[in-house]
């Protein structure tokens, strides 16, 4: 069975810095990886996904994220945050599956960006 | 392209209730998944239906119900409403189904409170 941690609840950081979001999964078997954002009353929007290929992955507003095998992360950055960043992220997973389709959510990740 | 459509945005019901709510998929997209968000258990994943036969399906009570129409419309049913069903209820539409790398795209949900 997959799962997904998101090793932090909040993340407060200034205007400008850099950020990383971290996200680890457990799967016995191939995954596909993404991340998630949901700004307050909204529903969620792809920033990106991992697939397969290059494991540093880009997204849009400037997110990328890079997939370690190894340690079975899945970590997001971003090198200067701005005030609109402040959202709700959550990383997933979803296994491949031939009777479905089912994203496995973290618990999410509440970015507060400060001036 | 219209985006996922949700009804209602708000929906207030007591305890022993039924309630039923409505997702329109973007155009020409087949596949609808339903989750469940809350505080406590975070994003949840209900089922999925694809050409109106549900794939795949979560762990939850049968008093969660769900169907497809022809035209990709799908609405979810809970009977017998507890206080805990309140949560946000989040439609995703996507091309196909079977494939769990398909980018799935979200509504903005449908907020229910038990009373």
């Known amino acids: 069975a997959q799962s997904v941690t998101q090793l932090d609840s909040q993340v407060p950081v200034f205007e400008e810095a850099p950020v990383e979001l971290r996200c680890n999964y457990s799967s016995s078997v191939s995954v596909y990886l993404f991340w998630y954002v949901q700004y307050p009353n909204q529903g969620l929007q792809l920033l990106l996904k991992?697939?397969?290929?290059?494991?540093l992955v880009k997204g849009i507003n400037g997110f990328e994220a890079e997939f370690n095998k190894s340690q079975t992360s899945f970590h997001l950055r971003k090198p200067s945050v701005h005030i609109s960043d402040t959202a709700e992220y959550f990383c997933a997973v979803s296994e491949e599956s031939n009777s479905g389709y089912a994203l496995n959510f973290g618990k999410g990740t509440s970015l507060l960006v400060t001036p | 392209k219209a985006g996922v459509t949700q009804t209602p945005r708000y929906l207030i019901k007591t305890r022993g209730q039924q309630v039923t709510l409505s997702c329109s998929p973007i155009?020409?997209?087949?596949?609808v998944s339903w989750y469940q968000q809350t505080p406590g258990q975070g994003l949840q994943f209900l089922f999925e239906y694809f050409s109106e036969t549900q794939r795949n399906k979560g762990n939850f009570p049968g008093r969660f119900s769900g169907r497809q129409f022809s035209n990709s419309r799908s609405e979810m049913n809970v009977s017998t409403l507890e206080l805990g069903d309140s949560a946000l209820y989040l439609c995703?539409?996507?091309?196909?189904?079977?494939?769990?790398?398909?980018?799935?795209?979200f509504g903005p949900g449908t907020r229910l409170t038990v009373l």
């Open positions: 991992y697939l397969s290929g290059s494991t």
């Open positions: 995703a539409s996507s091309l196909r189904s079977g494939a769990s790398y398909n980018e799935q795209f």
């Open positions: 155009s020409g997209h087949r596949s």
